[in-house]
């Protein structure tokens, strides 16, 4: 099996965050669509190093957004978002990876699931985790995912793949997964080049690539 991250790796975005975004701006909620975007700020960043200590989570804010809408109308704008993203913001190299081996690929991320299952179909990929949002008996979006499956910090307990023949992430939660693949490829900035070079130094990968961002 191939196995392929999303975020920072198939595409250059926080899929979650951007998407949120693309949303609220579709639907003409401007409110929404400035505190997502306000949300992806340096300040808020900062901010979020106050509210961590109280178990606030930046990615349930984000998430939160999503409350009130309909499910049919995430799954036809994260159609559309995944279309556009493919066109500006991939990754061409990994991009191509992956479609030379579609029908032995599986995405795994802790995006949201109208996105992950949008990108497999523009890919033509039949496998996929990511993190399922809730909704009420009418389908309308309740904000919230379901944390007991959540992908974030647990691909390597929900993959259940007997032969990893590759993997490609950007992800320093994921490192538990390159000690069980054949081949590596990484995604990183400069800056986490030493972290990549310890976990690497334990790994028993045939083929290790490690390319800059």
């Known amino acids: ?6 975020c920072g790796t198939l595409v250059r975005s926080n899929t979650t965050f951007t998407f949120v975004s693309y949303v609220t701006r579709r639907e003409k909620d401007y409110t929404k669509y400035l505190i997502s975007l306000f949300y992806r700020t340096f300040i808020f960043k900062v901010i979020m190093l106050f509210l961590r200590r109280f178990s606030i989570s930046h990615r349930d804010l984000v998430i939160r957004l999503l409350s009130g809408y309909l499910k049919d109308d995430l799954v036809k704008y994260a159609s559309d978002y995944a279309e556009i993203e493919l066109k500006y913001k991939s990754n061409q190299n990994v991009v191509y990876l992956l479609k ?4 032995r690929s599986l995405i795994a991320s802790a995006s ?3 996105i992950v299952d949008a990108f497999c179909t523009k890919l033509n990929v039949k496998k996929s985790i990511s993190a399922n949002l809730l909704y009420s008996e009418y389908g309308i979006c309740l904000g919230l995912i379901d944390k007991d499956n959540d992908p974030k910090g647990n691909k390597d307990k929900l993959l259940k793949i007997d032969n990893l023949i590759f993997f490609a992430t950007d992800n ?6 390159c000690y069980e693949a054949s081949k590596i490829l990484i995604l990183t900035k400069k800056k986490s080049l030493s972290y990549w070079h310890k976990v690497m130094d334990n790994c028993e990968a045939r083929e290790i690539e490690i390319y800059l961002k």
């Open 172 to 177: 320093y939660d994921d490192y538990l997964l």
């Open 112 to 114: 949201l699931d109208v």
């Open 1 to 6: 099996m191939y196995v392929f991250d999303l």
């Open 100 to 103: 030379l081996n579609a029908k």
